[in-house]
């Protein structure tokens, strides 16, 4: 057999070989194969093709239909031997999980939580985590999300649902005006995903398996806090809960945008009048700082205003003008 447990089948030297034996009537004295192809003959003696008399040192060949059940029967055999060992590895490798659950994380920290401010390395830990993650996943998320992200994150989610994971996620009502994040919605809801709006303001927050919690650290969300603490992710949770149970539920088959697309500068505006500053308002929408400020300086003729705080403080309560 090869490594894989597979037999290997004659190869055209050992079959030629077998072809010969059986021309001559099916038996052959050993010495006058041996000498000219030793290789082709053992393999075949391993095989069981051919069998060695010692008695007169010929050899003989066997039916290769007989040779063909006795390797099956011995292949079946195998298979169900690793099919139990298969059902049973986990446990028997359960005090060496147990060792590897308990023994120290290599990561240095004095706490539960730990705050991380490099974003490739946040971006890092966050799918570490979820791709040990195996039974939920709960986001917070206010505001849409960059269609890159959504189209990178589509796989991710797939796997975790096929493997019995459940999804949840809320979103403002904002994302009704974004075409990327309503057709993610109407992809994932199939596949099992739950996903609903709440009209209230909320922070944006992962939880991961009930076991691991993360949340912004600054208000730019350029920094993260990942917290293990039981208590502390014990609350979040219900805090997640909370807003759960008062989001609205959605048919994300048939929605569609409100209105059609909304302007980059509206939603630059909306964003504005909800006190959030400029690089907030870039981390959000996955625009540069460069490019919301251009739409900045559109609103501001718009409205008249001389500062970003005027600008901020008209926009409240009211419409954002499309412009000309």
């Known amino acids: 057999m090869s490594e894989a447990g597979l037999v290997a089948l004659p190869d055209e030297a050992e079959r030629a070989l077998y072809f010969a034996?059986?021309?001559?009537?099916g038996r052959v004295l050993f010495r006058d194969v041996a000498e000219s192809d030793a290789p082709a003959v053992l393999r075949l003696l391993e095989l069981g093709l051919l069998v060695h008399h010692t008695e007169d040192a010929s050899l003989t060949a066997v039916n290769p239909r007989s040779v063909g059940e006795r390797i099956s029967a011995g292949l079946r055999a195998a298979g169900t031997q690793m099919l139990v060992q298969a059902e049973q590895m986990p446990s028997l490798l359960g005090e060496l999980t147990e060792a590897y659950d308990a023994s120290p994380r290599k990561v240095d920290r004095?706490?539960?939580?730990?705050?991380?401010d490099d974003m490739e390395e946040i971006r890092h830990r966050i799918l570490q985590i979820e791709a040990d993650s195996r039974e939920e996943i709960s986001?917070?998320?206010?505001?849409?999300?960059?269609?890159g992200h959504l189209a990178q994150s589509m796989e991710r989610l797939r796997r975790f649902l096929d493997r019995g994971g459940s999804s949840r996620t809320i979103y403002q009502p904002e994302v009704r005006d974004d075409p990327s994040t309503l057709q993610y919605a109407a992809v994932t809801s199939e596949?099992?995903?739950?996903?609903?709006?709440?009209?209230?303001?909320f922070t944006r927050m992962l939880i991961f398996d009930r076991r691991i919690a993360v949340i912004p650290a600054a208000a730019d969300n350029s920094s993260a806090a990942f917290i293990e603490d039981p208590a502390v992710v014990a609350f979040l949770v219900g805090v997640f809960e909370r807003d759960w149970e008062r989001a609205e539920r959605v048919q994300w088959r048939s929605a569609k945008p409100e209105g059609g697309a909304v302007?980059?500068?509206?939603q630059v505006g909306r964003l504005l009048a909800q006190g959030l500053t400029q690089r907030v308002v870039a981390g959000r929408l996955g625009l540069s700082e460069r490019t919301v400020a251009g739409h900045i300086s559109r609103l501001r003729e718009l409205y008249d205003a001389q500062t970003l705080f005027q600008l901020g403080w008209q926009m409240r309560g009211s419409e954002v003008p499309s412009g000309e």
């Open 110 to 116: 004095s706490s539960e939580v730990q705050h991380v």
């Open 191 to 201: 596949w099992g995903e739950q996903i609903r709006i709440l009209a209230e303001p």
């Open 139 to 147: 986001a917070a998320q206010p505001g849409p999300r960059p269609a």
């Open 263 to 266: 302007p980059a500068h509206e």
């Open 21 to 25: 034996v059986l021309e001559q009537g």
